[in-house]
């Protein structure tokens, strides 16, 4: 939906991107947040959360030490006594925000990272992982997605809330129960956005979805275009973007 020819290159071409320092943040947020409901419920604090920081950071200076590398780029090696501490920095206001969110020791999730996948009645395959699952002592469940970004202003919240409805829509298909209530928790500004999905609109996106399979089907056979706006500044792919000088490469033959 930003833009079709991100998508191929993404997608289907697969092509190297290099991820950002902000994407690597988030990454380590998540994982700190999922390993911190393996902890009794009295454990689950902020003091935790933080020496749990330290742990995957520690990790992933041994297991992906290109992502660690960027992480530290523009720490200044000479000036900073603890480059740990410096990477760690900008990391702790994201968690200080999650808990001023909610308190993780009154919360027990059903479950965490949780893969889900459906085959709608066209036959078309639908997958994605959802942040968190709570299901109520009465059964009501509640999916929960982690945002370590600002959220959205005013008008700006229809693609966050596609992405829940999707998967609400995931959900519904499999265990069939129309979620409850949908929560976004954004730490960088400590906002929360709530969200009760009806049967409509769970059809609704799921006609989307169809005709965004469509869409990608047409381009398949016509081209995907690229279309520019404020994010292209923030693009792996200005090199192989027309809009930029670039040059696509040739479409990898597709299955049949």
Same mark, same amino acid.
């Not at 330290?54 to 200076?61: A, G, P, T």
């Not at 290109?66 to 920095?89: P, S």
């Not at 009465?138 to 693609?159: H, Q």
């Given at each position: 939906?930003?833009?079709p020819l991100?998508?191929?290159?993404?997608?289907?071409?697969?092509l190297?991107?290099?991820?950002?320092?902000?994407?690597?943040?988030?990454?380590?947020?998540?994982?700190?947040?999922e390993?911190?409901?393996?902890?009794?419920?009295?454990?689950?604090?902020?003091?935790?959360?933080?020496?749990?920081?330290?742990?995957?950071?520690?990790?992933?200076?041994?297991?992906?030490?290109?992502?660690?590398e960027?992480?530290?780029?523009? !720490?200044n090696? /000479?000036? *900073?006594? +603890?480059?740990?501490? @410096?990477?760690?920095?900008? &990391?702790?206001? $994201?968690?200080? =925000?999650?808990?001023?969110?909610?308190?993780?020791?009154?919360?027990?999730?059903?479950?965490?990272?949780?893969g889900?996948?459906?085959?709608?009645?066209?036959?078309?395959?639908?997958?994605?992982?959802?942040?968190?699952?709570?299901?109520?002592p009465?059964?009501?469940?509640?999916?929960?997605?982690y945002?370590?970004?600002?959220?959205?202003?005013?008008?700006?919240?229809a693609?966050?809330?596609?992405?829940?409805?999707?998967?609400?829509?995931?959900w519904?298909?499999?265990?069939?129960?129309?979620?409850?209530?949908?929560e976004?928790?954004?730490?960088g500004?400590?906002?929360? !956005?709530?969200? /009760?999905? *009806?049967? +409509?609109?769970?059809? @609704?996106?799921?006609?989307? &979805?169809?005709? $965004?399979?469509? =869409?990608?089907a047409?381009?398949?056979?016509?081209?995907?275009?690229?279309?520019?706006?404020?994010?292209?500044?923030?693009?792996?792919?200005?090199?192989a973007?027309p809009?930029?000088g670039?040059?696509?490469?040739?479409?990898?033959?597709?299955?049949?």
């Amino acid at each position: 939906m930003t833009c079709p020819l991100l998508y191929r290159l993404r997608v289907i071409d697969k092509l190297p991107e290099r991820p950002s320092a902000a994407a690597l943040r988030g990454t380590l947020v998540h994982s700190v947040l999922e390993e911190l409901f393996n902890a009794p419920a009295a454990r689950r604090t902020a003091d935790t959360a933080t020496t749990l920081i330290s742990e995957h950071w520690d990790r992933m200076r041994v297991e992906a030490p290109v992502d660690a590398e960027i992480l530290a780029e523009g !720490i200044n090696l /000479e000036e *900073t006594a +603890d480059i740990a501490d @410096a990477v760690i920095a900008p &990391i702790r206001p $994201l968690l200080e =925000a999650y808990f001023t969110l909610e308190d993780p020791r009154r919360v027990e999730p059903h479950a965490r990272e949780m893969g889900v996948s459906t085959e709608l009645p066209s036959g078309l395959s639908l997958r994605g992982f959802i942040d968190r699952v709570d299901i109520s002592p009465t059964g009501l469940v509640r999916l929960v997605d982690y945002k370590t970004g600002r959220s959205p202003g005013a008008g700006f919240e229809a693609k966050a809330l596609f992405q829940m409805r999707f998967y609400a829509l995931l959900w519904w298909r499999t265990a069939d129960q129309i979620p409850a209530r949908l929560e976004l928790l954004y730490f960088g500004d400590g906002q929360r !956005i709530s969200y /009760e999905p *009806t049967e +409509d609109e769970l059809r @609704a996106t799921e006609r989307k &979805i169809m005709a $965004l399979s469509d =869409a990608i089907a047409r381009a398949a056979m016509h081209g995907f275009t690229a279309t520019p706006s404020a994010l292209c500044s923030w693009c792996s792919f200005q090199d192989a973007c027309p809009e930029f000088g670039g040059h696509t490469p040739p479409l990898p033959a597709l299955p049949e």
